[in-house]
């Protein structure tokens, strides 16, 4: 069974009132609660999200894995948050952790556009 979230649920609610007989309303309010994830059609939606997202999601940790700027940010983060470590500086130790996923952030959202174009 694939891994439903609340916008699975959604989308084969409203699928249901779209198309659905006389029981439409009931049958999608019971999708979005939650209560029938195991059915066809929530599933459904579910295989389709997660085919849809995995390449992107997979090419997404390859570029974290392989290219030298978030390797090098997370190296950096891991220097600056040991020194403000021993300067018992926890706004240092933030602002490294803080610069350096704004910098993976950053790598991977110019990654993202690029795929995407």
């Not at 459904?44 to 997404?60: C, D, G, I, Q």
């Not at 610069?99 to 790598?107: K, M, N, Y």
Request: proline share 2%.
């Amino acid at each position: 069974m694939t891994e439903v979230t609340q916008a699975d649920c959604k989308a084969a609610a409203a699928y249901i009132r779209e198309n659905g007989g006389s029981f439409a309303e009931y049958t999608a309010s019971v999708f979005e609660r939650g209560e029938h994830d195991d059915s066809k059609l929530v599933q459904a939606f579910a295989r389709h999200r997660t085919a849809a997202v995995k390449p992107l999601v997979e090419a997404l940790e390859a570029h974290i894995r392989n290219n030298e700027e978030p390797l090098e940010a997370m190296t950096e983060v891991m220097v600056a948050a040991i020194e403000a470590w021993k300067l018992n500086d926890e706004k240092a130790i933030d602002k490294a952790i803080h610069d350096g996923l704004a910098r993976i952030a950053q790598s991977v959202a110019s990654f993202t556009v690029e795929m995407l174009r």
